[in-house]
DNA sequence: GCAGTTTACGAAACGCGTAAGAATG
DNA sequence: CATTCTTACGCGTTTCGTAAACTGC
């Protein structure tokens, strides 16, 4: 197990090549050492990797096996070169943060237009995931950051406030309930809907909810995103629950209003997670920092069970 | 680039105990040769790892970055390690299988315990995905044999046939609709139905289905597998829809019915695909070559559009 | 005999440990 | 002055390249 990185190319590029001159010009160095090399690679794993002919190298079953693992390792090994030689060119950190839909696609773009000014050499890499698998994700080193949707037990994580954000039915102008200031959620599920990719948090979620009252979604459509459930939602076809925050994005572009729901457990928290704050580094916790502070001032503290003023329905329209 | 894994091995132990003398104490090695290695190591990728003080090291954001890297690749050496250590031991093969669920729930079982009792060393792993991401593993290497449902457009791939699975309505022995031979989907939709996990390939082309008919699912309850959508079948919550083959298992033990859909795509062809049967060592040849043959016969080409006749639904009863 | 792999061998390079130096609190 | 990291240096091992032997088509 002291094997080097140029042996797995080394072994990679025989195998590929089928033959062991060729790869051994390719890699500038000469067959008798490369021989020597893979020779001592089968040693120290006690594993014949290569068959042996006068016409060149074949594989192994084992080396079938371990082109397989090295092939994973080198790719990783490359993005790990690739990541430190931005660094050498001045980069100063990464941020890895795993999140639901919502934060990815509406959050964190605003937030992070304005930490990344801040901190110009500093990257950021962001992941969509369901809030269980960023949990694990945050837990194993994977993710610095997560951004998760609804209260969640996670031990050994610190976890922080964000965003509340409120579930709002978004609906064509022209329909019945625009008149109203909001529905419950039962009310809601008489209606036809345009669902969304079932594969996210919040879908599971509501799911749940409407086995809860006893009645299910008459979904019209399935649709991936927020934005294509729009397109039919203004046509009539349905209505469809989302974010407060996705719904006004919609409605910047197109005929449609969001009705608050006015159930209690519609008031969505979300949630930051992180392993350690102190173990992070400080343009990570400033990112933290900036993240709490965004997402408090965004739902100021209406956290109280469900209280629907705060929430205008008047300013989601196109005009 | 030509760093050792032992190396990597170091960097992680210095930075975990932030600390190089007791890392290096770990690691059996004296701290002058540590702080060689590190500093190479530093040297190679213009990058300083570590913030030197004389209470110890710690990492800076480089370092961190490189820490995140350096896991996942000591975490898959070792996993390659102990395959190959099962290599030096007698295994004499692995296969990689990533399936649509049905394959790895019904039929991979049955058709495995035959291959691994005729290649008693020989191991396989299968995991279980959608079909688009099987595809996808499939062409990257990162699996031997796909199984996926439904006909796909795949370049690049070899493609075989695999089982036909009609598609059953899953009912209580007590139900009415078991009075009838078959039944379509669009009658069916006028039903209540149990819900399966909607992260699957059968479940989205069923929504799809819906659709297009113009009508939508009343899921009264969505739960996680065919077993435990049968337990609420049994207490007649409502009906559910599977493959055939998960019908019969799960009418085993259970009170259930099994009525095929009559529509003409409600025969599923599954395929097995591989990137090249040539490149596949001789054993997972074999595999393929089995499971064609295991498809073929469970399913006697029957490929004619609608044709309910070889379906027979009294042997799924309990009786 | 040609294309390919392996063995033998001397020289250069590398990495280890010992021992001593330097920095910090 | 105790802890910790770094530099200097001698020694053994590794690994390289050259050259020659070996193997199947």
């Given at each position: 197990m002291r094997f080097d990185l140029f042996d797995l190319q080394l072994f990679v590029a025989i195998a590929e090549a089928g033959n062991l001159t060729q790869a051994s010009n390719k890699l500038h160095i000469v067959p008798s050492a490369s021989s020597a090399r893979i020779k001592q690679l089968e040693d120290s794993f006690g594993v014949r990797l290569f068959h042996?002919?006068?016409?060149?190298?074949?594989?192994?079953?084992?080396?079938?096996?371990?082109?397989?693992?090295?092939?994973?390792?080198l790719l990783r090994a490359n993005r790990m070169r690739d990541e430190l030689s931005e660094f050498s060119r001045g980069l100063q950190g990464v941020v890895r943060i795993f999140s639901i839909s919502i934060g990815a696609t509406v959050y964190l773009p605003k937030a992070l237009s304005s930490f990344l000014t801040k901190h110009a050499q500093v990257?950021?890499?962001i992941e969509e995931h369901i809030s269980d698998d960023i949990i694990r994700a945050v837990r194993e080193y994977r993710a610095d950051i997560g951004i998760i949707g609804g209260k969640f037990a996670v031990d050994e994580l610190q976890i922080f406030p964000y965003a509340n954000e409120r579930l709002v039915v978004l609906a064509s102008v022209d329909h019945p309930i625009c008149a109203r200031p909001d529905i419950s959620f039962?009310?809601?599920?008489?209606?036809?809907?345009?669902?969304?990719?079932?594969?996210?948090t919040l879908n599971l979620f509501l799911i749940r909810?409407?086995?809860?009252?006893?009645?299910?979604?008459?979904?019209?459509?399935?649709?991936?995103g927020p934005y294509?459930?729009?397109?039919?939602?203004?046509?009539?076809?349905?209505?469809?629950?989302?974010?407060?925050?996705?719904?006004?994005?919609?409605?910047?572009?197109?005929?449609?209003?969001?009705?608050?729901?006015?159930?209690?457990?519609?008031?969505?928290?979300?949630?930051?997670?992180?392993?350690?704050?102190?173990?992070?580094?400080?343009?990570?916790?400033?990112?933290?920092?900036?993240?709490?502070?965004d997402g408090t001032s965004l739902t100021p503290a209406s956290a109280g069970a469900a209280a629907p003023s705060p929430i205008?329905?008047?300013?989601?329209?196109i005009d």
């Amino acid at each position: 197990m002291r094997f080097d990185l140029f042996d797995l190319q080394l072994f990679v590029a025989i195998a590929e090549a089928g033959n062991l001159t060729q790869a051994s010009n390719k890699l500038h160095i000469v067959p008798s050492a490369s021989s020597a090399r893979i020779k001592q690679l089968e040693d120290s794993f006690g594993v014949r990797l290569f068959h042996r002919a006068s016409t060149g190298l074949s594989l192994t079953p084992a080396g079938q096996a371990m082109l397989f693992h090295a092939r994973r390792i080198l790719l990783r090994a490359n993005r790990m070169r690739d990541e430190l030689s931005e660094f050498s060119r001045g980069l100063q950190g990464v941020v890895r943060i795993f999140s639901i839909s919502i934060g990815a696609t509406v959050y964190l773009p605003k937030a992070l237009s304005s930490f990344l000014t801040k901190h110009a050499q500093v990257s950021v890499e962001i992941e969509e995931h369901i809030s269980d698998d960023i949990i694990r994700a945050v837990r194993e080193y994977r993710a610095d950051i997560g951004i998760i949707g609804g209260k969640f037990a996670v031990d050994e994580l610190q976890i922080f406030p964000y965003a509340n954000e409120r579930l709002v039915v978004l609906a064509s102008v022209d329909h019945p309930i625009c008149a109203r200031p909001d529905i419950s959620f039962e009310e809601a599920l008489d209606l036809d809907f345009i669902g969304l990719n079932p594969h996210n948090t919040l879908n599971l979620f509501l799911i749940r909810q409407a086995n809860q009252v006893g009645k299910t979604f008459r979904t019209r459509a399935l649709v991936r995103g927020p934005y294509e459930a729009s397109a039919m939602v203004v046509g009539n076809a349905g209505i469809t629950i989302v974010e407060e925050s996705v719904a006004r994005q919609c409605a910047l572009t197109m005929p449609l209003r969001a009705i608050p729901l006015s159930d209690p457990w519609a008031l969505r928290e979300m949630q930051i997670c992180v392993r350690n704050l102190g173990e992070l580094p400080p343009f990570a916790r400033d990112l933290v920092a900036m993240l709490r502070a965004d997402g408090t001032s965004l739902t100021p503290a209406s956290a109280g069970a469900a209280a629907p003023s705060p929430i205008s329905n008047a300013p989601s329209g196109i005009d």
